[in-house]
């Protein structure tokens, strides 16, 4: 071996350790590898697989819950169906279960986000500016319009919705469609998640930094790796059609409450009698407006798990804390990401908005002031 090679081998050597520190805005680094579990290490790194983060066994881990729902949200949605179901209800820990909403921008209440976040602690992520159509779009689309659509929602969250940047950290893609370029921008913007491709198998979250074996199709692989950004799986609904459902409208419609009450507990126990990975429910706003019976099947299934010790419910971020920081069911009362937190209060009440202003098609509702002399939109976050 000459000296040149070796002092090759000794660099590496010393830069593969340290990565993980500072892993978000390196450089690519060609084609993703199988992952190496030697290397790949909690908290920052996870090769994809079905095994419980940290190797615990599966009674001494928490049945993980995340509820998650896609597009605006608009107060007649909230006030109608989700503020039915979901306050006043606690893990057992005593603190709140935790929402996580993923927001498109037309048709947003940014006052009630706002509200929704400081008063019960929702996770509010992104979910593009425009969702606009064809779906064909977000599979062409290019780096410059992702960044757009990406991170013009981002800001228009932060300042419309008073979401703070450093709490904006997941993303999932308009009609489930994913690209390379998205994955690209969201790890050089730094999100922490993306939310989006869908398995049939019960994998636990884990990172890009090695080959995923989940992909919508070949085109939308994320062929290179991407340090420390985490890949949260929607792992589909069985159902008694065969077919498999990404998301509840998605589902072949039941058509009781018993059916519908079914569907989610049949799902929820190919998770709890398996592996324990995470169990996501999720919708958009007009899923409950097709009919009743889904509000009562989701409020049952809610106080089915209320007398479960073993379920949280919990947002995305705080379900990767966990995956970050394996903790046991008998120690899980400490684990302080998902203790209560003290939140300062929303600027304004959302039934009385300190900025509300019809532009036409859109109005933009806000505690934010003075409202803006356009509607925020893609390349124009501000308004101006
Ligand atoms: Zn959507």
């Known amino acids: 071996m000459n000296v040149l090679v070796l002092a090759l081998l000794v660099q590496l050597a010393v830069a593969v350790p340290l990565s993980p520190a500072g892993r978000h805005g390196d450089p690519l680094r060609g084609p993703a590898q199988p992952c190496d579990k030697a290397r790949c290490k909690l908290p920052s790194c996870r090769c994809a697989g079905t095994d419980i983060p940290g190797g615990l066994a599966a009674d001494k881990t928490p049945q993980i819950v995340m509820f998650s729902f896609d597009d605006g949200l608009r107060a007649i949605d909230y006030e109608r169906y989700y503020s039915k179901a979901f306050p006043n209800r606690n893990n057992p820990n005593g603190c709140e279960i935790g929402l996580t909403f993923f927001v498109s921008h ?112 070949p085109a939308t692989c994320p062929n290179n790796t991407y340090p420390g950004l985490w890949l949260v799986p929607n792992i589909n609904y069985r159902q008694s059609s065969g077919y498999p459902c990404a998301m509840l409208d998605a589902c072949t419609a039941p058509h009781s409450q018993e059916e519908w009450f079914k569907l989610l507990m049949d799902n929820f126990n190919d998770h709890y009698n398996d592996n324990r990975s995470p169990f996501g429910v999720y919708a958009h706003s007009a899923w409950f407006w097709l009919g009743e019976e889904r509000l009562a099947a989701l409020s049952a299934f809610l106080d089915k798990l209320a007398i479960m010790k073993d379920v949280y419910i919990v947002t995305h971020s705080q379900m990767l804390a966990w995956v970050q920081d394996p903790t046991p069911l008998d120690k899980i009362g400490d684990f302080a990401p998902w203790k209560c937190p003290s939140r300062p209060k929303p600027r304004c009440n959302y039934k009385t908005p300190s900025c509300y202003k019809n532009y036409g098609e859109f109005s933009l509702t806000s505690c934010t002031t003075p409202c803006p002399p356009r509607y925020p939109h893609y390349g124009d976050p501000d308004g101006k």
């Not at 410059?144 to 659509?149: D, P, Y």
């Open 106 to 217: 037309n048709y947003t209440n940014y006052a009630l986000l706002e509200d929704l976040h400081y008063n019960h602690g929702y996770e509010i992520a992104d979910h593009s500016v425009d969702h606009r159509e064809p779906t064909t779009w977000w599979q062409k689309a290019s780096k410059e319009e992702w960044s757009h659509e990406i991170m013009d929602q981002k800001a228009i969250l932060e300042k419309w919705g008073n979401i703070p940047a450093d709490s904006i950290r997941g993303f999932r893609s308009p009609f489930l469609v994913t690209s390379e370029t998205e994955i690209e921008v969201l790890h050089e913007n730094k999100f922490l998640y993306e939310a989006t491709m869908g398995t049939q198998t019960n994998y636990w979250p884990f990172t890009l930094d090695y080959k995923s074996p989940i992909c919508n199709s």
